[in-house]
């Protein structure tokens, strides 16, 4: 029916459908900010992984985002079954969910391993040791205990270790730098699903999915 010929009081409600770079664009910029978020559902990611069994995951927390570049990171123990897995398949998936905003992205990902470099030493030195004690576990993480154990040295029991005592940690730190290879778009809405796909290797694509 033509709006003039609406019942009045009727109210049109068409929403300005955006485009894919516009999906794109707001997807990336919510990443990038989700690390300084406390808030942010992005700040928290699942990684899955393969495995000579069959496939894994677990929650991490996303550290960083370079939304031009496509690449994010996160951190781990270096003694960590995920790291094995990811050693020999490096290929993972990141997935994240935001329930207010009901959407989903899915990037796949290229993983590479950093223990001994720059990288890893850089954000070792950001690290505040709240997080860095994490890293004091004397115990690979997995191993199998006669009793629960806290992840750290138990005499630390809630304090924090000094800088040179968070020092220990180091050598058990590992940073994941993911690089994007496409990410998949979803959103959930009564009004209609929006599915949509990037792919930024080998080649750059843009396309609209049925959901
Ligand atoms: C909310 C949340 C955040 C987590 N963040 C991290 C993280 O940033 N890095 C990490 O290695 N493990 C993190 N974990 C623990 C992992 O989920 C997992 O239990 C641990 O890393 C061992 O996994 P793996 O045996 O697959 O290596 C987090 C768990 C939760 C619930």
Known sequence: MPISEQPSGAKTTQKKVPSLAELEHTSWQQLASAPESEQDPFKF??????????ADARMVVLRQVD?????????TDA????????EAFPTATLLFWDNKKQLQ????VET??????????DQWRALWTGNRKLYLSELKPGTEQPTPYPGFPV????NLPTEQESEEGRKNFAVIECRVLSMEY??????GQTRAFFQYEPESK?????P
């Open 67 to 75: 939304a031009g570049r496509k690449y994010v990171w996160f951190h």
């Open 45 to 54: 990611m699942t990684v899955a992984t393969c495995t000579s069994k069959g």
């Open 206 to 210: 843009m396309v609209w999915l049925a």
């Open 155 to 158: 005499h630390f029991g809630e």
């Open 79 to 86: 003694r960590s079954e995920k790291v094995i897995q990811l």
């Open 105 to 108: 992205l899915r990037l796949m």
């Open 112 to 121: 590479r391993l950093h223990t001994d470099d720059y990288v890893a030493d």
């Open 186 to 191: 979803l959103h959930l809405s009564r009004a």
